[in-house]
């Protein structure tokens, strides 16, 4: 299993990206992937997260409203928009992806078998 996230970067708030995690290794229709958030000196949460079918999300409250988590099948990537940024949102950025059978507390990082390596984002006043 490999994943591997990209799209971040350095941006003002209020503006945009938009992260990708490409997966491979597993069936496209057998995981529950998930959007995890480090910031600076803090513990790793979760954001967001997506069943295989897509029919099942969840976000934290903290970005409900501005990020939005959507699969493409034929690319085997997870993307999520992050729309109006703040400087909260800063720090790194990780998919992971988990038994979509046995998850329970998808905000949970210990839910997570695999996980991809990050991407920064920074956000600036």
């Known amino acids: 299993v490999q994943l591997q996230a990209s799209g971040g970067g350095y941006v003002q708030a209020g503006e945009s990206l938009k992260l990708s995690c490409e997966y491979s290794?597993?069936?496209?229709?057998?995981?529950?992937m998930g959007w995890f958030h480090r910031a600076p000196g803090k513990e790793r949460e979760g954001v967001s997260g997506?069943?295989?079918?897509?029919?099942?999300?969840y976000y934290a409250e903290s970005v409900k409203g501005r990020f939005t988590i959507s699969r493409d099948f034929d690319k085997t990537t997870v993307y999520l928009q992050m729309n109006s940024l703040r400087q909260e949102d800063t720090g790194v950025y990780y998919c992971?992806?988990?038994?979509?059978?046995?998850?329970?507390?998808?905000?949970?990082?210990?839910?997570?078998?695999?996980w991809g390596q990050g991407t920064q984002v920074t956000v600036s006043s």
């Open positions: 992971a992806v988990a038994n979509p059978w046995t998850i329970v507390k998808r905000e949970e990082e210990y839910e997570y078998e695999y």
């Open positions: 290794g597993f069936a496209p229709d057998s995981y529950y």
């Open positions: 997506i069943s295989s079918s897509g029919d099942d999300t």
